[in-house]
């Protein structure tokens, strides 16, 4: 034994990103070493298996999971929360220049001969206590005022979509980085034994910019750290459902003997890699009860129904998602991902904005409203927002009745609550035409920082090497946003 | 995957060895550490470091820092850096707490070690030249080949002693899938163990199943699957519209240059620069097409030159990451932190891949191949064009008989012509006078005036009103001007414009600009000057003339193009104020459709998302269908040219103005108009037909390299440095006699003695065989990758594969016939305390199959299967449920082989992605393998598994019909190749029984299951029965015996 192994040592000295060795890891999950296989599936932090030798401290836990209600398409701030006067005043003017300072625009609205100003159709006021400005477009958004942590100086270099979309969910405009789901579950592992540790919802029958799948992939990690997508169908995961003519109690007496056949083979050949087959199969059968158990609303009482509204009973609506998020979350789900597409209001933004509005607003405030009332406000982190902001000027026509806006990295909104934000607030400003930032700003990998603080990691420690280079959700910036901390 | 417990052992493990007294390697035990922890900061990218101390080299480690050095060879306590590795002061501990790193006792032992040493450098091990011969081991009669002798020494050092072989049909098993991805057939298997005992001997009979499968289609599918994970393969387009792409025919050229045993180096030649080649086969610029699989964006809005910089950027990664194995992306915003490449080399080495003719979006409005691109031709087709050139020539030959022969007609004319003239092939003449509404009278067709909404106003013009125009609101005709590009035509217009324009659209035929690749025809102002195109994909796919001088701003200028049908630049012809101007020739290769993008009318001063003529004025538009002569466009400018020439006497008339009227005598003179409509027939004829002949994206490179810079911080906008192609310094020097192209890297990339590329290819394949690499970072060979764990081994099998002329068949023998490839995976618990991750290879490996091999094998144990080589992708199943749903197949496109697969990027086959298949956004050359529990849904539940389990059991049932034991024990065999021990055999029988009398009393769900699936039901089979078998067959194929190689 005196020849070294020329391989990295996992006693790399990086430390697990929570402080945590992967045996603190495992205790603090339940699991004895007789489920090290399950955890080992389950991914209970990967990064762990090193040795915390800094003796830097991890930032506390505020938040156990997350929720994050994203806005596909780039909901418009103007029209919802950031409310300026002064744009209002100006309607029907040129862009200034001293405000636009020839920041480049998409090809889209970049060729326009005029870009008028165009200020929001639709009446603000203050709400609640904080005296949030909310249009009246979110009623029941404005009636959470009091919760919110009102972020308006986001911003994002991404001018499309695609690009916009990805930067938000893996923290780099280009394919290929891992999302902020896989990131936690590469970092944290899971909180349950019977789901997986990050699914994801999409409203069903949405139109606009498409989505892909691998803004919930695990880019360079390892496979399993992908979201798992439940859909509107009688399979909410791919083939969870045993085929027809096979029944549960069938099916426990075919995997029994499946078992038995690997526990032969791992008698005979020692290979642990046959624990992680068996555990496979045990999860997969509890996962065909666990997941229907949150996808049947049966033991929902009216009064859910009632406050997430009508639609939480229409499989694939935003308001079921928001339901089943909650349920989720109840469960232990780390990280709950829903996207709600169709805010990309090029034209006609005024009808445009107002359906999308109808579809989410009640039941958004709604999922906020219950976890309250259940306690898991304070340590579930709720978000809502998109991939940036809309332009103060018009795209296209502006008319008496209708207008659209083009695509504006330079400000956008943001709302988080409960997880360790600091309900009631407002943070950060745009200037008065909602065109720059100019008080506060926050970047998308300033976002991503604060949402791992908020999670107790921090977000330079999070690491995996790919490539020879040790990525990051954050890549080599993020600061994170005090202020808004509780 | 490492258990837990693995990974704790393996720590105790590493760490006890750190301390031992072996002499230190540099690159094995010191690289690693002041790579990793180091470089960032003091390493080779010194632009951007805090620190002017560097680790890097010798020299800066032991330079003079002003009395003291960061390493003084020999010297411990002199040394800098042995003083700040164990500072106990956060303020002067390296590295420091924030950048949350450290180093372990026993990193820090090994760098004091190290100085203690002498500190001695030592080129990155990659880099070395690849030796010219490798001394191969002394070893024990265990080992059968060279390859053994360097695993036995290995595995000795570490304490182990190689494993004895496994069973034979263990081996069978293994090689099959490895080099076939198909499971052997009993046949096969029970041919082998006769072969093995008959009087050739064991060994030939090895070697005779390597050479039957090596000449399989098989085989070269299964290679190709491997390949299309490096080549980022995709069916769609990419990005977030992702639209499907027409790019298999080049899966099916890497099928034939594999079922061929093409030769590596040009396997690799092919495809990076096959079009340069002298006289290229179409396979050979169709291997090219490797270039083009990256992404492709269409997004409305996006900027084309930030994507065309990104697809560069791609091509050169996937080059770095599939010959190289080095990560060059690191450098694309900055010198390497790690190894020896800086920015200006990676810009050096992208321009190689810069200069085709391509956009940075492809074409929403349309359905273009994205240029450059390769037609598709069949032999014949390729008889047929032939054919329509030579009808074209002699047609051409024909016009200039006409012309020839027109003498003694046109001086009669001369002699006798009439004064006056009129307008033939006038379309549309619109003077923008007597407005009603939203209407301007079209004086050539009364009913149907040119529109525009109220926007654009009537403005005094050149000739009474004219049109000013707002840029945002077009003035069209409707029904006028959707030429074909073998028609000729006319547009001529005044103009008067209030700037000198960087780009805006005076008049087009075209939906939108980079929406439809600027599809149709168009005349632009660009940087002032008028600017005419016709274009099927612009920029690859046009021609384009330009006027070198800039129009006069604010005042009206007669501008006019005329076409003459014949697709090229030199048929196109620009006019300015009624004389020809003076032209360059901007495009000049139009070989498909300019119609189409869904707009068909004329238009004027706006085009989608383009820069509208805002402010622009144009009077007195004339369109015809026939290329006016330059007499005409005279007389469109001032009104008089043609007449007064008309006029002129004869004996005066200088020589140019009689080759001006002998033209216009020509453009009327019979027997000339009916040849050029003859010629027009002939080019119809050959427009069609290509028109209706498949393209695919290919490399084509331009006649001029694109000028390339740095790009600062690796932005698109943000041009530096020039750069010209190069490769970087601390790679062996590009060849003095090679082309500074494509081609001249590909024969340095090629070279013999090149250090990386023979390595990579073979650690690459050696992780196909072995699960990894002996490099196990095959994506990266840098300072930050693992070192080989059998360097010389590497050494060896690179030169080798290199003097068998890049030969894979020679390669894949050396590995799958020797001692190693053949052991047994069984050992013992000491065995993996020593070595949990089989490093050494005392042991055979064990791995799950890859995702294509775990369908392919429920369907070829089926038999449902459907053998065909190459073809268009298919959808089975699955593709049902995935992100983005399409239809599954009917028939045999429901069990092809799974490369076969049709990939959607944005949504890729599900049941390939929960089994690990790569994703194809990128290059990628390892795949990630995971259990998790989606994995058993697919194979329990699965409609293909629980189809492939039902014909399967059919089939088995047959035989064994009144033997249920019989039929466990065939089935277990079919599935995993093994005979099954009695106690699985009894398990897998009460297994049976249960299913049976569960079935038979309930026979509702015996008729359900057996409905899985469109493969016929097996109508001569009792239901219970069949449906109990299904299960067990089912039960089987989930086996981690069936799912893995043991």
């Known amino acids: ?486 | 995957m490492r258990s837990p417990i693995q990974a704790i052992l393996l720590c105790g493990f590493a760490s006890g060895l750190a301390g031992g007294a072996e002499k230190i390697d540099f690159n094995r035990d010191i690289r690693p550490i002041l790579s990793d922890r180091c470089f960032k900061c003091h390493g080779p990218d010194a632009r951007n470091q805090k620190s002017d101390f560097r680790l890097d080299s010798f020299e800066n480690a032991t330079a003079d820092l002003g009395g003291y050095a960061g390493v003084v060879p020999g010297d411990l306590e002199a040394s800098e850096l042995h003083f700040v590795i164990h500072a106990e002061d956060p303020d002067e501990r390296m590295p420091p707490p924030q950048s949350k790193m450290s180093l372990s006792a026993g990193e820090k032992d090994l760098l004091d070690r190290w100085i203690r040493e002498g500190a001695p450098y030592d080129t990155l091990w990659s880099l070395k030249p690849l030796p010219p011969t490798v001394p191969v081991p002394e070893a024990t009669a265990w080992a059968r080949t060279p390859v053994d002798a360097f695993i036995e020494r290995g595995a000795r050092k570490a304490g182990l002693t190689p494993n004895e072989d496994g069973a034979s049909e263990s081996w069978l098993r293994r090689v099959t899938f490895d080099l076939t991805g198909l499971p052997p057939t009993l046949k096969e298997l029970d041919s082998f163990h006769v072969a093995l005992r008959g009087p050739e001997g064991g060994e030939r009979a090895y070697a005779a199943v390597v050479a039957r499968l090596l000449a399989t289609d098989a085989y070269a599918e299964r290679l190709t699957s491997e390949w299309l994970d490096v080549a980022r393969y995709s069916d769609s387009y990419g990005y977030q519209r992702d639209n499907e792409r027409f790019v298999w025919p080049w899966r099916d050229w890497v099928i034939r240059a594999f079922r061929e045993n093409l030769p590596y180096d040009d396997f690799i030649t092919w495809q990076l620069a096959g079009d340069l080649l002298p006289n290229p086969t179409r396979d050979q610029v169709l291997a090219t097409t490797f270039n083009r699989l990256h992404p492709q964006k269409v997004e409305g809005g996006s900027v084309p030159e930030e994507f065309r910089v990104e697809y560069v950027s791609d091509r050169l990664h996937t080059f770095g990451t599939a010959f190289l194995g080095l990560t060059l992306e690191c450098c694309r915003c900055h010198d390497h932190k790690y190894d020896p490449v800086t920015m200006k080399e990676y810009y050096a080495l992208s321009s190689f891949f810069a200069n085709i003719d391509e956009a940075g979006l492809y074409s929403y409005f349309t359905r273009s191949i994205p240029s450059p691109t390769l037609l598709l031709t069949t032999a014949a087709q390729d008889k047929q064009l032939a054919d329509a050139d030579t009808a074209i020539a002699a047609a051409e030959q024909a016009v200039q008989a006409a012309a020839d022969t027109a003498g003694g007609a046109f001086d009669q004319w001369l002699m006798n012509r009439a004064r006056g003239h009129e307008w033939h092939g006038l379309l549309a003449h619109v003077t923008f006078d007597d407005r009603s509404g939203n209407g301007f009278p079209d004086r050539v067709r009364g009913e149907k005036p040119a529109t525009s909404n109220a926007n654009n106003k009537s403005v005094p013009g050149k000739r009474g009103e004219a049109v000013q125009l707002t840029g945002d609101d077009p003035v069209k005709l409707p029904g006028v001007g959707n030429f074909a590009r073998w028609e000729p035509f006319t547009v001529g217009l005044w103009l008067n414009t209030p700037k000198a324009f960087e780009r805006t659209v005076v008049a087009r035929r075209s939906k939108a600009w980079t929406d439809a690749a600027s599809r149709g025809y168009e005349l632009l102002l660009e940087d002032g000057k008028p600017s005419v195109a016709l274009v099927h994909f612009y920029p690859g796919n046009a021609i384009r003339v330009r006027a070198t001088d800039p129009l006069p701003v604010d005042t009206w200028q007669h501008v006019a193009f005329t076409y003459d049908g014949s697709s090229t630049a030199a048929g196109l012809r620009l006019y300015v104020n009624g004389r020809p101007a003076a032209t360059e020739v901007v495009r000049d290769h139009l070989t498909k459709t300019i119609r189409g993008g869904g707009e068909n009318d004329l238009a004027l001063g706006e085009r989608f998302r383009d820069v509208g003529f805002k402010g622009g004025m144009v009077d007195d538009l004339l369109v015809f269908d026939r290329e006016l002569t330059p007499l005409e466009v005279a007389e469109l400018h001032d009104g008089r040219s043609l007449q007064a020439a008309l006029e002129a006497p004869a004996d005066r008339l200088t020589p140019e103005l009689r080759a001006q009227l002998r033209a216009w005598f020509l453009a009327g003179h019979p027997p000339h108009a009916a040849a050029l409509a003859k010629l027009e027939e002939t080019r119809a004829a050959k427009a069609k037909l290509v028109d209706g002949i498949k393209e695919i994206m290919v490399m084509r490179e331009m006649d001029e390299p694109r000028p390339s810079y740095v790009l600062e911080r690796g932005l698109y906008s943000e041009r530096g440095e020039p750069v010209t192609a190069g490769t970087p310094a601390a790679l062996p020097p590009f060849p003095g006699d090679a082309p500074r192209n494509r081609l001249g890297l590909a024969r340095w990339v090629t070279s013999g003695d090149h250090p990386l590329t023979a390595r990579v290819t073979v650690n690459r394949y050696w992780q196909m065989f072995f699960g990894h690499g002996l490099v196990r970072t095959p994506e990266d060979f840098g300072s930050q990758g693992r070192p080989p764990s059998h360097p010389e081994l590497l050494d060896w099998l690179a030169r080798d594969f290199v003097d068998s002329g890049w030969n894979l068949h020679h390669l894949v023998g050396n590995i799958v016939l020797s001692s190693t490839y053949r052991q047994s995976t069984l050992t013992d618990a000491r065995s993996r305390e020593i070595d949990p991750e089989n490093i050494w290879l005392a042991r055979g490996t064990t791995g799950r199959l890859a995702a294509e091999m775990i369908r392919d094998n429920a369907l070829a144990v089926s038999g449902l299967l459907v053998r065909k080589t190459g073809g268009a992708p298919v959808k089975p199943y699955e593709v049902a449920v995935s992100f983005k749903p399409a239809k599954p197949d009917t028939g045999e496109g429901l069990y092809r082989r799974s490369v076969y697969t049709w990939w959607k990027r944005t949504g890729p086959a599900p049941v390939m992605m929960t089994l690990n298949a790569s994703k194809r956004d990128v290059c990628r050359v390892r795949r990630e393998v995971t259990a998790s529990p989606l994995q058993a849904f697919v194979l329990l539940n699965g409609p293909q598994f629980v189809e492939a389990s039902r014909v399967a059991a059919a089939e088995f049932l047959r035989e064994h019909a009144d033997d249920p034991d019989a039929l466990i024990r065939h089935a277990y065999r079919a599935l995993t190749s093994r005979n099954a021990a009695q106690q699985q055999v009894d398990i897998l029988r009460s297994l049976y029984d249960e299913q049976l009398s569960q079935f038979t009393e309930h026979p509702d769900r015996a008729a359900a299951l057996l409905k899985t699936g469109q493969a016929p039901p097996a109508g001569d089979l009792p239901a219970a029965t069949h449906a109990a078998a299904t299960v067990l067959v089912n039960a089987i194929m989930n086996l981690d015996e069936t799912v893995t190689k043991r």
Not at chain 1, 64 to 85: C, E, T
Not at chain 1, 211 to 229: A, E
Not at chain 1, 298 to 306: G, L, V
Not at chain 1, 316 to 321: F, K, L, Q, R, V
Request: proline share 6%; aromatic share 8%; net charge neutral.
């Open chain 1, 1 to 486: 034994m005196n020849h070294r192994a020329p391989s990295t040592p996992p006693c790399t000295g990086f430390d697990s990103p929570l402080g945590l060795s992967r045996r603190q890891a495992l205790k603090s999950f339940g699991m004895g070493l007789g489920s090290i296989a399950l955890a080992d599936m389950l991914s209970a932090a990967e990064g762990g298996g090193r040795h915390a030798e800094s003796g830097i401290e991890a930032p506390p836990v505020k938040a156990k999971r997350v929720i994050f209600l994203f806005q596909a398409g780039a909901p418009s701030q103007i029209d919802l929360f950031d409310h300026k006067p002064q744009l209002i005043k100006d309607h029907g003017k040129e862009l200034p220049d001293s405000i636009r300072k020839g920041q480049r625009l998409t090809a889209m609205s970049g060729n326009q001969a005029s870009l008028p100003l165009v200020g929001t159709p639709f009446k603000f006021a203050p709400h609640g206590d904080s005296g949030a400005w909310i249009s009246d477009l979110l009623p029941h958004t404005a009636k959470i005022a009091d919760d919110l942590c009102v972020v308006k100086s986001m911003f994002t270099e991404a001018i499309n979509h695609g690009p916009g979309v990805t930067f938000m969910q893996t923290g780099s405009q280009f394919p290929g980085r891992p999302s902020i789901g896989a990131w936690l579950d590469y970092g944290l592992g899971s909180l349950n034994s019977d789901l997986p540790s990050f699914v994801v919802m999409v409203t069903k029958g949405k139109g606009g910019q498409p989505l892909v799948s691998r803004l919930w992939g695990s880019g360079f990690l390892p496979g399993k750290h992908d979201g798992v997508r439940f859909r509107a169908d009688k399979d909410a995961v791919l083939y969870l459902n045993s085929p027809e003519g096979i029944d549960r109690a069938n099916r426990r007496r075919v995997l029994d003997k499946i078992r038995e056949l690997h526990q032969l083979q791992l008698e005979a050949t020692g290979d642990p890699a046959l624990e992680t087959r068996i555990a496979q199969y045990e999860m997969a059968f509890n996962m065909q009860r666990s997941i229907p158990d949150v996808t049947d609303l049966s033991d929902e009482p009216e009064s859910t129904f009632a406050l997430y509204g009508e639609d939480a009973r229409k499989p694939g609506t935003y308001a079921h998602h928001a339901l089943l998020a909650r349920r989720l979350a109840e469960r232990d789900v780390r990280f709950i991902q829903l996207y709600h597409q169709g805010w990309d209001h090029h034209g006609n933004l005024p009808g445009g904005i107002r359906k999308q509005c109808k579809e989410t607003d009640q039941a958004s405030a709604a999922l906020v409203t219950d976890l309250k009332q259940r306690g898991m406000l304070d340590d579930t982190l709720v978000i809502w927002g998109g991939e940036f902001g809309r332009t103060n000027y018009c795209q296209g026509k502006l008319t008496a009745t209708s207008f659209g806006r083009d695509h504006h990295p330079r400000c956008f909104t943001i709302w988080m609550a409960g997880g360790g934000t600091r309900p009631g607030t407002s943070h950060g400003a745009t200037d008065d035409y909602s065109y720059n930032v100019v008080d506060g700003g926050v970047h998308i990998h300033d976002f991503h920082a604060t949402l791992l603080h908020l999670l107790g990691i921090d977000h330079e420690r999070l690491t995996y090497k790919y490539q020879g280079r040790h990525f990051r959700l954050t890549d080599v910036h993020g600061h994170i946003v005090k202020p808004i901390l509780a």
